[in-house]
Nanobody, 115 residues
Framework: QVQLVESGGGLVQAGGSLRLSCAASGNIFSIRTMGWYRRAPGKSRELVALISSEGLTNYADSVKGRFTIARENGKNTVYLQMNSLKPEDTAVYYC?????????WGQGTQVTVSS
């Protein structure tokens, strides 16, 4: 079994920055893609950023140039550095990992950007 623990959410003013972390623990042997998703109030969950086991990244158009995803394989951790935050970035952010044949999700962390 694999558990994910997220941290780093909070309240920030527009233009500010936050860094989210997601650490995986448990019986881990092979993490493939790691990613961040978000669900804004009244909207469906959407992809924010992905990073492959080789370090290849993919971003939603809405966050390109502002957000950076990174992973630290030795710590089984994925990060999301969020800069130049906008009120429309307000959402619950979830991490997801592909481990073996399964996807695992974090519990979510709230990010609120005030105008």
């Amino acid at each position: 079994q694999v558990q994910l623990v997220e941290s780093g959410g909070g309240l920030v003013q527009a233009g500010g920055s936050l860094r989210l972390s997601c650490a995986a623990s448990g019986n881990i042997f092979s993490i493939r893609t790691m990613g961040w998703y978000r669900r804004a109030p009244g909207k469906s969950r959407e992809l924010v950023a992905l990073i492959s086991s080789e370090g290849l990244t993919n971003y939603a158009d809405s966050v390109k140039g502002r957000f950076t995803i990174a992973r630290e394989n030795g710590k089984n951790t994925v990060y999301l550095q969020m800069n130049s935050l906008k009120p429309e970035d307000t959402a619950v952010y979830y991490c997801k990992i592909q481990h073996g044949s399964y996807d695992y999700w974090g519990q979510g962390t709230q990010v609120t950007v005030s105008s």
